[in-house]
């Protein structure tokens, strides 16, 4: 059973950074693409930033972009989502995901292309 445990949200001023943590487990963490992901209250979820499993590639939304990095460290099965120059519109619940297929080299944006989510973190950014 894969268990993800997201960390580190929290309450920001805007230009505030935060970075959050994902600790994965049960499987074989380092062949999974891994994504972020936020969902703010009334909205669905949308798509914040993917990392490929092998080289470090990774896509960012357009709304992120410049402003957030995804990175990984699979030695430690853990994905990360710095988040800097923060804005009000940033804030909601993130999760990060495991995509369903290992070693999948095309970086998905679709929540339904991963099927193992945590818990969620929330960060608020204040005006």
């Known amino acids: 059973q894969v268990q993800l445990v997201e960390s580190g949200g929290g309450l920001v001023q805007a230009g505030g950074s935060l970075r959050l943590s994902c600790v994965a487990s049960?499987?074989?963490?380092?062949?999974?693409?891994m994504g972020w992901f936020r969902q703010a209250p009334g909205n669905e979820r949308e798509f914040v930033a993917v990392?490929?499993?092998?080289?470090?590639?990774?896509a960012y939304a357009d709304s992120v972009k410049g402003r957030f990095t995804i990175s990984r460290d699979n030695m430690k099965n853990t994905v990360y989502l710095q988040m800097n120059s923060l804005k009000p519109e940033d804030t909601a619940v993130y999760y990060c995901?495991?995509?369903?297929?290992?070693?999948?080299?095309?970086?998905?944006?679709?929540?339904?292309?991963?099927?193992?989510w945590g818990q969620g973190t929330q960060v608020t950014v204040s005006s």
């Open positions: 990392i490929s499993w092998s080289n470090g590639a990774a």
């Open positions: 995901a495991e995509d369903r297929a290992q070693g999948q080299r095309v970086l998905r944006a679709r929540p339904v292309d991963y099927d193992y």
């Open positions: 049960g499987r074989t963490f380092g062949t999974y693409a």
